[in-house]
């Protein structure tokens, strides 16, 4: 009954539990098979739960909350620091139990089982369109020791798919590449299978809605977007959220004196990229460039890079997102404003 605080090491079979009670001074250490997780837990009275925010923690999250203990789930970089020594199961639990109490410790909200599962098409989308660039990049480049070539781009990549007949091609690389381009079209089929369900779920989302609103922002940006922040409260701002994203600078500063680098690319890597794809159609485009902001972005096109510019156009179209997801409301030009 002295328990209160618990830190759970989880993995594949076994799970190693570090006990303390209210004044963190520990009370147990327990190595449990993968089945007797619940029944150890379900003998626990309430109690503060932490565990890394990796494979599985959301399952073991909503397992755990169903019993009344109060779930935390933390990125794994942050409870590194307070690994003491050699890195063992046991000084895993240890670590995650004092990082759980920390007051400036920063948490992963638990998903539900459907938001894992729209995540899970957006999951199973990059992997198909990263199969897709694969096998349109090997047609591409079987083809060019022929001397084939056509014009660059993945939508173009039926021109160059019409060229496995061309009589310059041997009979057996033919037959060969034959088996690559109905391997691409199939992958083709899926993508566009789940980008129709995902457009499906956007229309029933009333975040996922609104998002869309954002010049550079379509169904699927705004999907996944929705799905994988299910509660924006936990940012305080939308620097904060755009940070999280790594989509600002990396912060080297010592003796009073700041220097800013390179983003830092942490986060959500998926979402940093189809932010970066919006952002770089709503520079390209006139009409998504003055809702956005023509002056703000034609000033900086003068004074920085292309790629530059694109980030900074993606780090404004997270805040917005923020704003719009606390506040409520679409979006509105400036000019509208």
Not at 135 to 153: K, V
Not at 273 to 291: D, E, I, M, Q, S
Request: with cysteine; net charge positive.
């Amino acid at each position: 009954m002295q328990i209160r605080i618990v830190g759970l090491d989880i993995a594949k079979h076994v799970f190693q539990v570090h006990a303390a009670d209210a004044e963190g001074r520990a009370v147990a250490q327990v190595r449990l098979r993968r089945a007797q997780l619940v029944e150890y837990f379900q003998k626990l009275p309430p109690c503060l739960v932490g565990m890394e925010a990796c494979a599985t923690a959301h399952h073991w999250a909503r397992e755990l909350i169903a019993l009344g203990h109060e779930v935390r789930l933390m990125p794994p970089t942050y409870v590194k620091p307070y690994v003491k020594r050699n890195k063992t199961d046991a000084a895993d639990a240890e670590a995650i139990a004092e990082a759980v109490t920390r007051p400036t410790m920063r948490f992963v909200a638990v998903k539900s089982a459907d938001q894992q599962a729209a995540l899970m098409l957006h999951r199973a989308r990059e992997l198909l369109v990263r199969q897709r660039t694969m096998l349109a990049t090997g047609l591409r480049a079987h083809l060019a020791e022929f001397g084939i070539i056509a014009p660059q781009g993945i939508h173009r990549v039926e021109k160059l798919a019409a060229e496995v007949h061309n009589p310059a091609v041997p009979p057996l690389a033919r037959e060969v590449l034959m088996l690559l381009v109905a391997e691409l079209a199939s992958v083709w089929r899926r993508v566009e299978t789940i980008e129709a369900r995902l457009i499906a779920l956007h229309r029933t989302n009333d975040v996922s809605r609104r998002l869309a609103s954002i010049p550079g922002v379509g169904p699927i940006t705004a999907m996944a977007i929705a799905n994988t922040v299910p509660d924006p409260a936990m940012f305080k701002s939308g620097r904060e959220f755009a940070a999280w994203l790594g989509l600002t600078p990396k912060s080297h500063s010592s003796g009073g004196k700041d220097k800013l680098g390179r983003i830092s690319k942490r986060g959500d890597r998926y979402i940093r990229h189809l932010l970066y794809v919006g952002a770089g159609n709503a520079v390209r485009f006139a009409k998504a460039r003055a809702a956005t902001g023509q002056a703000w972005i034609e000033g900086l096109q003068q004074r920085r890079p292309p790629k530059v510019v694109i980030i900074a156009v993606a780090n404004k179209m997270a805040r917005i997102a923020w704003a719009l997801m606390m506040r409520g409301g679409t979006f509105q030009s400036p000019a509208t404003a």
